[in-house]
């Protein structure tokens, strides 16, 4: 084996031989013609590493853009939601989900089905949003009252429905952007006089007559309130913009959910109305200030 070498010789030096005797290992300038694969494979590993290299901070760079671009698309979609949702694609995609789900109870044009579903036309998308975000659309069965359950649709899928059956048959929309708002004295004015009658001071709901219930309002999100107040779902009064105008219910909003939110781990804080909850209404108060400051300063920062 060593002759292989010998024969060259023009380095001066016998290569480092691997036990094989047939690899030498660094060894710049080497002619043999058993070695010239190894020599022209060389460079080129070493040049390809170099790519290699340059690549894969190239995918990390267009990662990271992408990356940047999908968190913004997604806060885009999110912030945009309920104005995309009246695009025609939206209205295509609603109208294919209601006729799966919906449609042998509320009929092909909304108008209903005798004895299974009541008509849709002029209940608005805000009255879709109310049942099918609160899971009691598409309903189990019929008559008794339909409950709260987990939705069977998501977001975009219930906001898809509502933009549908709002295209076919109008009525009450949800309006966009923070529905809390005003004083949280005034909201809780406001509740006690309109809503604590059928819900409770605290919200926890109450039987109603005839096996109805009011139900306990701890779950329900913004718009849900909302579209309760403007919908009626059931034994529930109509709360109309002339009765409740939208500011009134946006502090009626305010009022419960800021409530709901100083509630004690332990279940019954807000029973207690004293120095200890309006220091939590404060504080929460606060701290809604604080996020809008920060809202504010990020997007003037764009
Ligand atoms: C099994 C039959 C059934 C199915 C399926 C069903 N509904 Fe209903 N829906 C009803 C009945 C019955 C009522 C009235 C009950 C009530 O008011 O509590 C109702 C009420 C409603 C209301 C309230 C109407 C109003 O006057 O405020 C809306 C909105 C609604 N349904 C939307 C939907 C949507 C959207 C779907 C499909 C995702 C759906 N429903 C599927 C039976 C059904
Ligand atoms: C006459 C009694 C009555 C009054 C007054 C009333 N509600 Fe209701 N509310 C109901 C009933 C009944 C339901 C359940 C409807 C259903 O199951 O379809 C309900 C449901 C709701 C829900 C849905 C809760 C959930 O998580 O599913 C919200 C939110 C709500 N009401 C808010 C209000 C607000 C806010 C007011 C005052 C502006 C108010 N209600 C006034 C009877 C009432």
Sequence with gaps: MKEDFDVDGELGFEPAVS???????????????????????RPKRGRRGGLRRRLGAGAIIAAALASMGGA????????????????AQDIAAGKQLYETSCITCH????????????????VGGAAVYFQVSTGRMPAS??????????????????????????????GPTLPTGSLRDGNI?????????????????TFKGAPLSAGKTAPSLNQASDQQIYAAMLTGPENMPVFSDNQLTPAEKRQIVNYVQTLKASKDPGGNGIDRIGPVSEALVIWVGGVGALMIAILWIGAKAQ
């Excluded at 913004?72 to 695009?87: I, L, R």
């Excluded at 009929?107 to 002029?122: E, T, W, Y």
């Excluded at 004295?185 to 001071?201: D, I, V, Y």
């Design 141 to 170: 069965g019929q008559g008794a009252q339909q409950s709260r359950k987990t939705a069977k649709f998501d977001e975009q899928q219930t906001n898809q429905i509502a933009a549908y059956v709002q295209s076919i048959g109008g």
């Design 19 to 41: 036990a094989t005797g047939a690899e030498p290992r660094e060894t710049p300038g080497e002619t043999t013609p058993g070695e010239t694969p190894r020599e022209t494979e």
């Design 107 to 122: 009929g092909a044009n909304l108008q209903g089905v005798k004895d299974r579903g009541v008509s849709l036309i002029g």
């Design 185 to 201: 004295a005034e909201g809780g004015n406001l509740f006690r006089l309109n809503c604590a009658s059928c819900h409770g001071t």
């Design 72 to 87: 913004y698309a997604a806060f885009a979609t999110t912030s945009g939601a309920s104005d995309t949702t009246t695009g």
